[in-house]
């Protein structure tokens, strides 16, 4: 059994000989399962009122048995990393099914547990790849920079130091249940992004063994821009203090749209660039129609061009995207990391830089 600083140096020493690759989409795989409100429920949480059918996380304390075959089957086809199953693991997400800060903290423990459990199994049947658990930490359905009332610019519905609170719960756990590196995803509102990155670097500084930050944004739409309104590199400025591992964006847009933004994190970005896109944009009923070897050309194009470093599926994708996607970056060079020359960069909704 390696130690976790052993494992983290192997990811950054994978990281400068090959494109790494993420796993896939977790809840279309979940729904595939066609569960019903007792797999979600199980005796541990019999007594919940209300619905806990959808709120997949909880799927790793009452299923662990899906999740961890979840696990398997995306480092079967070819994933370095996996995710842990707790995309939405706070006490503010979770309070909607009514589960309080010790559920929560079981579910982000189990998640990370089994996450760690098949990256240990994968590595040793394969050594020569070894396998990494990196911790999800999603986002909130509740933010910081926009109002929650379109008559009150200044309404919030939670404090910075609620969400940080959360963020710590989770973030804590999930420490604790042995990941290798901490994924804050999905990113609409940098401001609550920065609540995750101070926990981390607070927790760091009260003895926590550091561990390896991965930011990944959401460009919402066509207009290039997150949902808290700032550009790809107005995001980047934003939250570069952290010194990641690794920057990027995943979800909401397919590959095609969501090239040009990870070129321009390629460009500006002195860490390495993550991208995991959808399957395409979801068609008329939600679905999404991308096959594997489409999605799979799009990043085999961008590693091509040495944009990225990791690449991997959102919304839509299954082992076999990521199958094709693993196939199709064997062997080409990841992006080089540029050297940009020292200035005072800030951001607000634009990037501002003074040479």
Not at 18 to 27: A, N, Q, T
Not at 31 to 49: A, M, N, S, W
Not at 234 to 242: E, P
Not at 292 to 313: F, K, S, Y
Request: aromatic share 6%; net charge negative; with cysteine.
């Amino acid at each position: 059994m390696t130690s976790r600083a052993e494992r983290i140096a192997a990811l950054k020493a994978a990281s400068k000989e090959r494109v790494l690759v993420l796993d896939g989409s977790w809840g279309v795989m979940i729904q595939k399962c066609g569960l019903d409100e007792h797999d979600f429920r199980g005796e541990r949480f019999k007594d919940v009122p209300g619905q806990l059918k959808g709120n997949n996380d909880i799927l790793c304390v009452t299923r662990p048995d899906i999740i961890a075959d979840l696990h398997d089957q995306y480092f079967a086809a070819g994933a370095d990393i996996s995710e842990t199953n707790t995309f939405s693991s706070t006490v503010i997400a979770q309070d909607d099914y009514h589960l309080d800060a010790a559920a929560v903290r079981e579910i982000n423990l189990a998640g990370a547990r089994l996450a760690r459990e098949a990256a240990d199994r994968w590595t040793a049947k394969e050594p020569m790849k070894p396998r990494f658990a990196a911790g999800s930490i999603g986002p909130l359905n509740k933010m910081l920079s926009m109002s929650s009332d379109v008559n009150d610019p200044g309404a919030r519905l939670v404090t910075f130091d609620q969400v940080y609170e959360a963020y710590r719960q989770q973030i804590a756990a999930l420490h604790e249940g042995g990941v290798d590196l901490f994924l804050i995803e999905t990113i609409t509102d940098t401001l609550n992004c920065k609540a995750a990155i101070k926990t981390i670097l607070d927790l760091q500084d009260e003895g926590y063994e550091p561990l390896p930050i991965w930011i990944s944004g959401t460009i919402t739409d066509r207009s290039g821009r997150t949902l808290s309104g700032q550009t790809a590199e107005a995001f980047w400025n934003s939250v570069k203090h952290a010194k990641p591992l690794a920057i990027g964006f995943n979800c909401a847009l397919g590959a095609d749209l969501m090239r040009p933004h990870i070129a321009e994190l390629s460009r500006i970005a002195d860490t390495l660039v993550a991208a995991y896109p959808n399957a395409g944009l979801p068609n008329a009923f939600g679905e999404y129609d991308e096959q594997p070897h489409q999605t799979a050309h799009e990043l085999h194009q961008w590693a091509a061009d040495g944009i990225v470093n990791i690449v991997g599926g959102c919304c839509g994708t299954t082992p076999d995207h990521i199958r094709h996607v693993a196939a199709e970056v064997i062997g080409l060079t990841p992006r080089a990391i540029p050297e940009r020359p020292q200035a005072l960069r800030l951001s607000g909704l634009e990037p501002f830089e003074l040479a």
